[in-house]
């Protein structure tokens, strides 16, 4: 049975219609009896209609030279991959 925190945790993966179908009907089932789970949904929704619509502007080279001047140039020691297992 679909749980409140499934829906929280992967609700934008049925907004996208990326669940498997054969889990749709557990989805459809939970948000029939679940108020707060279709609230949740709806304002998700809502969300991500609204933040489409927000108009993109480019970062201010300052602010570009800023992050870059910041990154590291080389790899840092906790970037390097993890020791191999036994
Ligand atoms: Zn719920």
Redesign the pocket.
Known sequence: M???RD??EHGSHFLDRKIPWYKLPGWYL??F??????R?IRHLQTTITVAAGLPRRPAPPEQVASVMTALPTTPTPDAEAPPPRD
């Open positions: 679909l749980k409140c829906v929280a939970h948000l009896i679940c108020g707060n789970c279709r949740f």
